[in-house]
């Protein structure tokens, strides 16, 4: 990235181009990915637990049998069987639709792309939680939205915040278009919505006249009994949902969907067509194909226990060498603990200090649009064994003290508030 | 498609989803996809003629010996490797680059796409071949750009008429945004710019400040001798180039790839990982693993050799079988002839009868967005046997021939004019 050589088309972007922002720390974070440094960074899922010798015989049987149809273009919409399985996995998060409601997109990012794309001009109002998925953001940015942040709590979104957002856009004579969530194991929160929340949640929507973008890429993934049942269980016309396999089968594939009303599917399989023709049926009939012929539950299962495993070494760890004042947040699926750390120290000025002490994480204000966060870090137990974990926490606790050392000796934190922007690392290092 | 159901959101869609048509004649195109209509229609590649068992076991390999890089997330600018690789394959066209100059991409469509979304704001004009490729429109429409036509002969966009559409615009106080060219094998038209046209338009478009994107995926499919310079070849700053692996190893595993100035590309990255995080690391390391182990120069031979059988089976059987009046371009590589009809006939109009007599095209108007093209037709010789491309032109030759004779009965042809639309089939039809 030399700024020395002069950009010739400076002056003939569009408009939106100014919204996209690379991240500042984006090179920090390349040094993050040195095998020394512990990594609580990244959303990377441990994709070894699947056993390869089982993948490459399924993908060999794949082009054996059916090479002609899996290297060949396919349907914008994306492949009827793996719809169809699709509907199965979503029947765990007792989500129930027609294959037809169904489209399949490169990852789950690419549904946020194309569902922002149909629904968003610029300046359209889009409510988001209090922190948010930080590819969510970059989104709603990229389309020129106007990005409002709604407190949440230990159960996710906050109701009366969602109702007070509402109502001060009312009283301006405004309304927002969507709310996106994460109902469950919240990226970056680590916290879940209550079914009587989620109804409460879907009640203010409705009445709003407001689209739900209901993001679920963790749903699975949850440790204590049956998975929550979505937000689209209990509303087919008013949610959006998205799913992935990126994180119950594999994220290389880049595979996820989109679950729409009839209306909205229409356009969503146009804008599709638009940005890339289709899905690749190469990724699509490979999780078809696995999915028909292994025991993916199972599959699932031993995620599930794997990442439990990480959490409780994650909490244990924190809970033993956190310096008072330091809080988190107790995730009971997915990747993600939300942590806060005492007051007056700033997880974005910290971070370099942490690298150099060999442990990475993501400070807090990528996940908000507005420039808060400095407080807040995301830890990911997701990928690290945890030996590897708990060695994380021991080094970031002897970061923390010492700069609540510096802090208590000369009243201030020795590093300086920074501007905002995209404070994540790049999708290798997720 | 019911439209018996009613959208409830149907006030709430952005501005620019309004420029999202639906084809009026996809059920057509479902209905030619039969097998007993032999379908001229279609732009798949003939992924047969790559061998299932090479294939399988290049998978094999990669997933037993890189499955955990292969599954998981990559870098949004796509794997260093082949991006290296990529630079080995465009030397045949002579493009030389940088491995950071390349961004890989979700088939060269995304590419289009990005490179859109980069550079167009609403309105923004975008110059384009009379005819042009129906998915580039398609993105250009999306974003809402003015596209603006330009004429072409049998040697290409006509470099006259480029001058005049720039002196036109410039009279009005406007200019244009980019230039959309397909050099080689062109889609639609199937012809060709010579060098010298290159020279001449790149020198245009330099002069006037507007930037070429420059789409080649047929460029290593050529007839005749060595492949045609690209136009990136003669200048970096000012071009964006497109390529694919689509047509030279497999549609299915969607990889494509755009080549663009250093600023630019940054901004590339940016829009990409907005749009998707990262391209499929299984497809990328699947391509990179057969490039590497295989004699990939070779393949590109057999599907060259396979191809100029098609098209000299086309040609032949246009010679021997059309009425007089019809005519049709001599495409040195690629994939499409593109059809004149005798005078008064509609090829829009005509494709139901055509469908009924098994046979199947796609309608000129497709690749216009000014209504204009109903007396062209594309003819696609790249995936039906050389027999069958034979009795697919015996049986248009009929349709045509029924066609002229109800309009030297009645003065007129049988079929009316119908409205402009995306007249092609979807993606798993192309």
Redesign the interface.
């Known amino acids: 990235?030399s700024s020395s050589?002069?950009?010739?088309?400076?002056d003939?972007?569009?408009?939106?181009?100014a919204e996209?922002?690379?991240s500042e720390i984006r090179a920090l974070f390349a040094v993050a990915s040195r095998p020394e440094v512990v990594s609580l960074a990244g959303g990377?899922?441990f994709?070894?637990a699947?056993s390869?010798?089982m993948?490459?015989?399924t993908?060999?049987r794949l082009?054996?049998e059916r090479?002609?149809?899996?290297?060949?273009?396919?349907?914008?919409q994306g492949d009827v069987v793996l719809r169809e399985q699709i509907l199965e996995v979503m029947a765990d998060v007792q989500v129930s639709a027609h294959p037809d409601d169904i489209v399949v997109t490169?990852?789950s990012?690419?549904a946020l792309?194309l569902v922002t794309?149909?629904?968003?001009?610029p300046g359209?109002v889009v409510l988001v939680e209090a922190p948010s998925y930080v590819?969510a953001l970059?989104?709603f940015r990229?389309y020129e939205c106007d990005v409002i942040h709604v407190a949440m709590d230990e159960q996710g979104l906050n109701p009366a915040a969602l109702e007070e957002a509402i109502a001060a856009l009312a009283a301006q004579g405004r309304s927002a278009?969507m709310l996106y969530t994460i109902p469950s194991f919240h990226n970056p929160a680590g916290v879940t919505q209550s079914q009587p929340r989620r109804a409460e949640i879907l009640q203010l929507a409705q009445r709003a006249g407001i689209?739900v973008l209901e993001d679920d890429p963790y749903g699975l993934l949850g440790f204590d009994g049956e998975a929550p049942a979505a937000i689209r269980a209990h509303d087919e016309?008013?949610v959006i949902y998205l799913g992935s396999f990126?994180k119950t089968i594999?994220?290389?594939?880049?595979v996820g969907w989109a679950v729409a009303?009839?209306?909205?599917r229409?356009?969503l399989v146009?804008?599709a067509?638009?940005?890339?023709?289709?899905?690749?049926?190469?990724?699509q009939l490979?999780i078809s194909e696995y999915l028909a012929t292994q025991p993916w539950r199972e599959q699932i299962k031993t995620y599930r226990e794997l990442y439990r495993e990480r959490r409780d070494a994650l909490l244990e760890s924190l809970e033993q060498l956190m310096p008072q004042g330091t809080t988190w947040t107790t995730p009971a699926g997915g990747f993600y603990s939300w942590v806060t750390l005492p007051e007056g120290l700033d997880a974005k000025a910290m971070l370099p200090r942490a690298v150099a002490a060999l442990v990475a994480y993501v400070p807090g204000t990528g996940f908000y649009v507005d420039g808060s966060g400095h407080e807040h870090m995301r830890l990911s137990y997701c990928y690290p064994e945890p030996d590897r974990i708990r060695e994380g926490v021991r080094r970031l606790a002897g970061v923390i003290e010492g700069e609540l050392e510096i802090a208590h000796t000369f009243g201030t934190s020795s590093t300086l508030r920074t501007s905002s922007g995209t404070n994540v690392p790049?999708?290798?290092l997720?």
């Open positions: 990235m050589r002069l950009d010739p088309w400076v003939a972007y569009a408009q939106r181009t996209m922002q690379a990377m899922p994709v070894q699947l390869m010798d993948m490459a015989e993908v060999s082009l054996l090479g002609a149809v899996a290297l060949q273009y396919g349907s914008g490169t990852g990012q690419m792309d794309r149909v629904f968003c001009d359209d590819g970059g989104v990229a278009k689209l016309e008013g990126s594999a994220s290389g594939l880049r009303p009839h209306g909205v229409e356009k146009l804008a067509e638009s940005a890339v023709l289709c899905p690749s049926n190469y990724s490979t790049g999708p290798d997720q």
